[in-house]
């Protein structure tokens, strides 16, 4: 009996907004930066990746590139494909973080 494999790919099972949600808040949770630009990718591959690559004026293979692991994590670049995703940024404050100024 011949067994068969099939390339796993998150996209194929970011179907809806909870699910999406629900991944960004898993890889938040790690907070690493390689991570979360992986995670873009995996987004941006559920959506049109040609189409946004336009929205955010990066070449579909300059986007692809900035969203790998090995790629360009810079900031305005995750802010703009946040954007064009439409999603935003949420910040809450970390367990045991620091006080706020003056307290």
């Known amino acids: 009996m011949e ?9 194929d099972y970011l179907k809806t907004e909870a699910d999406i949600t629900a991944y960004l808040d898993a890889v ?3 907070g690493a ?11 941006t591959r559920a959506r049109k990746l040609s189409q946004l690559a336009r929205e955010v004026g990066m070449s579909r293979q300059g986007l692809d590139k900035a969203l790998s692991g090995d790629g360009d994590h810079s900031f305005a670049t995750v802010v703009k494909v946040t954007q ?3 999603l935003r940024f949420t ?13």
Not at 3 to 11: E, M, N
């Open 84 to 86: 064009a995703i439409g």
């Open 91 to 103: 910040f809450k404050p970390t367990h045991g973080g620091p006080a706020p100024a003056g307290h």
């Open 28 to 30: 938040m949770e790690d």
């Open 3 to 11: 067994v068969k494999f099939s390339c796993y790919d998150t996209a």
């Open 33 to 43: 930066p390689s991570l979360i630009a992986a995670v873009l990718g995996d987004l």
